[in-house]
Nanobody, 126 residues
Framework: QVQLVESGGGLVQAGGSLRLSCAAS????????MGWFRQAPGKEREFVAV????????YYAEDVKGRFTISRNNANNTVYLQMNSLKPEDTAVYYC???????????????????WGQGTQVTVSS
């Protein structure tokens, strides 16, 4: 069982930065791949980034590559999403999630994730 709590969302101007955090409880955090997803109003929840359990591999959606960086600290059960050069189209509720297989392509599929946080709102103004 993994419980997830996101923080760090807010309102920022286009071109600005935010750092999201996701704190996990439970003893199995280090065995899970951790992903970030987002959902804009009227749209489906979409993949943003994932980091494998060891932290050695990361994958990003095309539209955030070069702007967002995912990282994790298994010692304090936390995963981060550093978001730079934010655009209005990045506006969404951002969710972190935990996935147990650590295998491609499951780790980029929303349906593979068993545990989800409650989400944090990110709003980018133009």
């Amino acid at each position: 069982q993994v419980q997830l709590v996101e923080s760090g969302g807010g309102l920022v101007q286009a071109g600005g930065s935010l750092r999201l955090s996701c704190a996990a409880s439970g003893r199995t955090f280090s065995r899970h791949a951790m992903g970030w997803f987002r959902q804009a109003p009227g749209k489906e929840r979409e993949f943003v980034a994932v980091i494998t359990s060891s932290g050695r591999s990361t994958y990003y959606a095309e539209d955030v590559k070069g702007r967002f960086t995912i990282s994790r600290n298994n010692a304090n059960n936390t995963v981060y999403l550093q978001m730079n050069s934010l655009k209005p189209e990045d506006t969404a509720v951002y969710y972190c999630a935990a996935e147990s297989t650590n295998t491609w392509p499951r780790i980029v599929s929303r349906t593979s994730y068993s545990y989800w946080g409650q989400g944090t709102q990110v709003t980018v103004s133009s």
